[in-house]
Each structure stands twice: as C-alpha cells, then as structure tokens.
C-alpha cells in the first residue's frame, strides 16, 4: 500500500511485483477455471455478434478493480466493462489521478474458442502517461512487464525489438476486419503493397507482445480505447519501438488520435507504416 507522501516512482520500485501477483490471481481465480470451461449462459454479446463479454471478464475486472484499488489508495480503475456499464468512467483517464487501465480478457474471442491467445491488460498512468504495464497470458503462464525508463522484460528476460531483417517484407498485424467499418478499411488499404505482409490481429496486448519481442514489424489499429493499447504502447517503447498516428504523434492513452496509428519496433518501420496508412485515407 502506497505511503504519505510516496511518489508513484517510489510505489512502482515497492510493489510491481504485487500488481504482477494481483494479475495473476485475478486469472487464476476468474478467467483459467472458465477457460474451455464456459457454459452458454457465461457468454453474452455487447454491441454485436463479434463483441464478446464473458463471466470471466466482468469477475477477473471486479477482482482487480478491488486488488489495484486496495494497492494505490486514491488511485482510479478504468476498465473495460465498468466503461460498457458507464461511458463516463472513462473520462478518469484524462484527470490527474493514478489510473489503472484494465483489459480483463484482451481477445475474448479467442478466449471463447479455446485458443490459448488472450491475455489481461494493466497499466498504470497519470495525467496521460503511462508508467507501467503488465501483459498476462494466463494460458501460456508468459508475463510480460514494463516500467517507463526501466526497459520491458518477459518472465525477467529483457525484452529488444530490434528492426526488420532488411529486403523482408514487413509482418503487420491490422485491426480485424470483423470489427473494422468500411471506412476504416479504406483508410488501412495502404498497407497492401508491395514489401508488406498484413494479416488480422489477434489479442492487441499479445500483438503488441509481439512487436516487443521483434516477432512481428508492427502493428496497425484503427480504434483508441485505452485498455486494448495502454499496455502495449508502453511495452514497445520499453523495448525500443515507437507508435505514430497519422499526423506524426505519438498515440495518446488520453484519446483524440489521428487514425489509424501504428506501433513498430524501431522509428524507420513505425515512419514507413504511418506514411502508408496516410495514403490510404
């Protein structure tokens, strides 16, 4: 538990290691009994057939909503499901409080096929930067962690992204199109020309993972909510990439982006993937 007068530096070098176990008991006790596991009556739609919530997401984000809070006093959860409930909560990721950022199952469809590719999404940011980041693939047991200035580490292994193999074609990973309009495929066509490889993501937070670990060139994303990137944006950059929109930003956790944006693992792809995604607007 944070002390008087402690500096969310000071909590981070105390208790990351708390925030990591909370993520994984959040999993074990929410997410990996319901896992191949899920009765007809645990799945529901949102906003349509492609928009998946489960049991597991709405008790593992009540669980961490409880553990984080308890961890940081004073501190806000903004998570997926407590959004879908109330939009307003999200406006806590613009104010001046610490905010935990919470994608419970980031890729719950996979999580609802049986597939072994999702994850639970943490950061931690304040005033629009983000601080710290946990990626848990509870089904993998692979967690991947970052500290801003600290550099990213997967299972304690530093984690480089290095840059792509030169004459290969670039791997990227698009938003899907199952959730993609019409429009936002226009704007991503750019990327189908030569010298580039693009294909539907997966889970964001493994995709980003991914770029982290130099598996994957970079990824392209046509929507901003802050718990599918918050986590991931901070990853990369731990391990030497870097994000860009349209207009040549950053990508801001606080919204008010120009999509789509691409995170890459060095500035040379991240330039190359913004100046295609440009041209096809």
Same mark, same amino acid.
């Given at each position: 538990?944070?002390? %008087?007068?402690?500096?969310?530096?000071?909590? !981070?070098?105390?208790?990351?290691?708390?925030?990591?176990?909370?993520? /994984?008991?959040?999993?074990?006790?929410?997410?990996? #009994? /319901?896992?191949?596991?899920?009765?007809?009556?645990?799945?529901?739609?949102?906003?349509?057939?492609? $928009?998946?919530?489960? $049991?597991? +997401?709405?008790?593992?984000?009540?669980?961490?909503?409880?553990?984080?809070?308890?961890?940081?006093?004073?501190?806000?959860?903004?998570?997926?499901?407590?959004?879908?409930? +109330?939009?307003? %909560?999200?406006?806590?990721?613009?104010? @001046?409080?610490?905010?935990?950022?919470?994608?419970?199952? @980031?890729?719950? =469809?996979?999580?609802?096929?049986? +597939?072994?590719?999702?994850?639970? !999404?943490?950061?931690?940011?304040?005033?629009?930067?983000?601080?710290?980041?946990?990626?848990?693939? #509870?089904?993998?047991?692979?967690?991947?962690?970052?500290?801003?200035?600290?550099?990213?580490?997967? $299972?304690?292994?530093?984690?480089?992204?290095?840059?792509?193999? #030169? &004459? =290969? $074609?670039?791997?990227?990973?698009?938003?899907?199109?199952?959730? %993609?309009? @019409?429009?936002?495929?226009?704007? *991503?066509?750019?990327?189908?020309?030569?010298?580039?490889?693009? =294909?539907?993501? &997966?889970?964001? &937070?493994?995709?980003?993972?991914?770029?982290?670990?130099?598996? *994957? @060139?970079?990824?392209?994303?046509?929507?901003?909510?802050?718990? +599918?990137?918050?986590?991931?944006?901070? *990853?990369?950059?731990?391990?030497?990439?870097?994000? *860009?929109?349209?207009?040549?930003?950053?990508?801001?956790?606080?919204?008010?982006?120009?999509?789509?944006?691409?995170?890459? /693992?060095?500035?040379?792809?991240?330039?190359?993937?913004?100046?295609?995604?440009? &041209?096809?607007?």
């Amino acid at each position: 538990m944070i002390r %008087t007068n402690e500096t969310i530096e000071e909590f !981070l070098a105390q208790h990351s290691a708390d925030v990591a176990e909370a993520v /994984r008991r959040a999993a074990a006790a929410e997410v990996m #009994p /319901r896992f191949r596991q899920l009765a007809e009556h645990e799945v529901d739609q949102k906003s349509g057939p492609h $928009d998946l919530v489960t $049991d597991a +997401d709405r008790l593992a984000e009540k669980y961490l909503t409880e553990a984080l809070g308890a961890l940081l006093p004073g501190s806000v959860v903004v998570g997926e499901e407590a959004v879908h409930a +109330d939009p307003a %909560t999200y406006e806590a990721v613009c104010g @001046d409080a610490p905010v935990w950022i919470v994608d419970p199952v @980031d890729g719950t =469809r996979q999580f609802v096929n049986g +597939d072994d590719g999702f994850c639970t !999404l943490v950061a931690l940011a304040q005033r629009g930067v983000l601080l710290a980041s946990w990626t848990y693939a #509870p089904a993998r047991d692979q967690l991947a962690t970052a500290i801003r200035g600290q550099g990213a580490f997967l $299972d304690g292994e530093r984690l480089i992204s290095g840059a792509p193999e #030169p &004459g =290969r $074609d670039l791997e990227i990973a698009t938003s899907h199109p199952d959730y %993609t309009t @019409d429009e936002q495929k226009r704007a *991503l066509l750019g990327l189908w020309t030569d010298g580039v490889a693009p =294909r539907p993501c &997966g889970s964001a &937070g493994l995709e980003y993972l991914a770029v982290a670990r130099g598996e *994957l @060139d970079a990824i392209a994303f046509s929507w901003e909510a802050a718990w +599918d990137h918050a986590a991931g944006i901070l *990853l990369v950059e731990e391990a030497g990439g870097t994000h *860009l929109t349209l207009t040549g930003e950053p990508f801001r956790v606080t919204g008010d982006n120009a999509l789509p944006f691409t995170a890459a /693992r060095d500035e040379a792809t991240a330039r190359r993937v913004a100046g295609l995604l440009s &041209g096809g607007v």
